[in-house]
């Protein structure tokens, strides 16, 4: 059904975890209270994508127009980021797909973030205290936390590649 807002990211094979369900409400919250006037009119996807190092979100839509895509920064998916955070991103990409980046609503504008278009659809919306508080964290915490955080996913991935010795030997032996 169009306009829907579903949590799923990586398709339906991936269970859904509960920040998956919990960034889902969240755009679903924010656009029924202040964005019920910017009609949804494809499915809307929510998820967390890449770590990117200087980017803390994008929207895209698939190439067959059914779906678009709001892709959070994987990094932000820890107890430390502030909710204020996590709103201040999903408006933006709210914003993107309402001036028709990444939907296939008509474009308002040539580019996306031409003449501060974004900031100014925020204030208008009262959601500017949001961008305000983004800006003081990217400022303040982002670069100790992005180190903080890759740390912690590369020291979880390399913990799940590692097999104890015992454990491998048996595998190995039993067969």
């Given at each position: 059904?169009?306009?829907?807002?579903?949590?799923?990211?990586?398709?339906?094979?991936?269970?859904?975890?509960p920040t998956d369900?919990?960034?889902?409400?969240?755009?679903?919250?924010?656009?029924?209270?202040?964005f019920a006037d910017i009609p949804r009119v494809n499915d809307v996807v929510?998820?967390?994508?890449?770590?990117?190092?200087?980017?803390l979100g994008r929207i895209r839509m698939t190439l067959?127009?059914?779906?678009?895509?709001?892709?959070?920064?994987?990094?932000?998916?820890?107890?430390?980021v502030p909710s204020g955070?996590?709103?201040?991103?999903?408006t933006h990409e709210i914003v993107h797909y309402a001036q028709g980046f990444g939907s296939p609503l008509p474009r308002t504008h040539r580019h996306a973030h031409a003449h501060g278009t974004v900031s100014h659809e925020l204030a208008h919306r009262g959601l500017a205290?949001?961008?305000?508080?983004?800006?003081?964290?990217?400022e303040g915490s982002?670069?100790?936390?992005?180190?903080?955080a890759r740390a912690e996913r590369q020291a979880a991935?390399?913990?799940d590649r590692l097999v104890p010795c015992a454990v491998a030997s048996r595998v190995v032996y039993s067969l």
């Open positions: 059904m169009p306009g829907s807002v579903v949590a799923l990211w990586q398709g339906p094979a991936q269970p859904l975890r369900r919990r960034i889902a409400l969240l755009l679903d919250t924010l656009w029924e209270r202040h929510v998820g967390y994508d890449y770590p990117w190092k200087r980017h067959d127009q059914r779906t678009s895509q709001i892709g959070l920064n994987r990094l932000l998916d820890h107890d430390a955070v996590l709103v201040a991103i999903l205290r949001y961008e305000d508080e983004l800006a003081c964290w990217i982002w670069p100790s936390f992005e180190r903080r991935a390399r913990a």
